[in-house]
């Protein structure tokens, strides 16, 4: 009985973690540097669906050159929205060479989707605006070390 008590205080203490986790931004990813022709990009790297889920939401600012790269075990249709995220984001859709397929600028706390326009296994968000003013479209191949696999 008594370690009974104990395993499930130890399972709501975890449970409690787990959902105010749920309120905060992940901000202990790991990290790794791509670039995009002359801009260096610092970007937190999502691999695991946790990761993946949470995504950027929560966070109240992120400086330019930072960014999240979404990364997916295989190609597919990927599709994001923007519950529970502050930022207004650009998603940058890319194929497993570093190209960009296609952009989407979204909008803060919509459930509205954006999709790929075909399967990516890698998603970039960026703050909005910042693909536009580098003059980055879709083809413009991005390099880093997770499109060099």
């Keep these: 009985m008594k370690n009974t008590v104990k395993g499930l205080i130890g399972l709501f203490a975890a449970l409690a973690g787990l959902a105010q986790a749920q309120d905060a931004p992940q901000l202990d990813l790991q990290r790794s540097k791509l670039s995009a022709g002359m801009h260096q990009i610092s970007v937190q790297i999502a691999q695991a669906p946790n990761e993946r889920m949470i995504g950027l939401m929560f966070r109240k600012d992120m400086p330019q050159t930072e960014g999240m790269l979404f990364v997916f075990e295989q190609a597919s249709m990927q599709c994001f929205w923007m519950k529970n995220t502050l930022l207004p984001l650009t998603a940058a859709f890319v194929a497993d060479n570093g ?29 909005q605006g910042w693909f536009a003013k580098k003059g980055i479209k879709a083809g413009f191949k991005l390099a880093g070390e997770p499109f060099a696999r």
């Excluded at 919509?110 to 999709?115: A, F, I, L, N, W």
């Design 99 to 127: 190209e960009i397929v296609n952009l989407a600028d979204m909008k803060p706390q919509s459930t509205d989707p954006h999709c790929s326009t075909k399967p990516v296994r890698y998603v970039l968000e960026m703050n």
